[in-house]
Nanobody
Framework: QVQLVESGGGLVQAGGSLRLSCAAS????????MGWYRQAPGEQRELVAA???????TYADSVKGRFTISRDNAKNTVYLQMNSLKPEDTAVYYC????????????????WGQGTLVTVSP
């Protein structure tokens, strides 16, 4: 079974930095797109950033210039470097993998991690 495990969340002061990691496990052969979403209390889940297997990236306007997504295909791991954090970045951050294929040729349209909390204090 394919699983995503996130790490790196925590409490940081405004202006600080955090780096999130998400590792996929479960006999992975390939993953098309990996990304990060976030959900603040009372808000809908929103895309933060995503990266294709070829390295193409997309970012939410609110994080452009501050966050950087990267990926290690050999390790099936995606990272989110978050700089110049603001209180409005406070949310639970979820890792997402789209188009997962295992070595057994099992295919998963979408897989989600359990989420990691990021809290930015003023």
């Amino acid at each position: 079974q394919v699983q995503l495990v996130e790490s790196g969340g925590g409490l940081v002061q405004a202006g600080g930095s955090l780096r999130l990691s998400c590792a996929a496990s479960g006999n992975i052969f390939s993953i098309n797109v990996m990304g990060w979403y976030r959900q603040a209390p009372g808000e809908q889940r929103e895309l933060v950033a995503a990266i294709t297997s070829g390295g193409g990236t997309t970012y939410a306007d609110s994080v452009k210039g501050r966050f950087t997504i990267s990926r290690d295909n050999a390790k099936n791991t995606v990272y989110l470097q978050m700089n110049s954090l603001k209180p409005e970045d406070t949310a639970v951050y979820y890792c997402n993998a789209d188009g997962v294929v295992t070595t057994y040729n099992d295919r998963y349209l979408e897989v989600w991690g359990q989420g990691t909390l990021v809290t930015v204090s003023p």
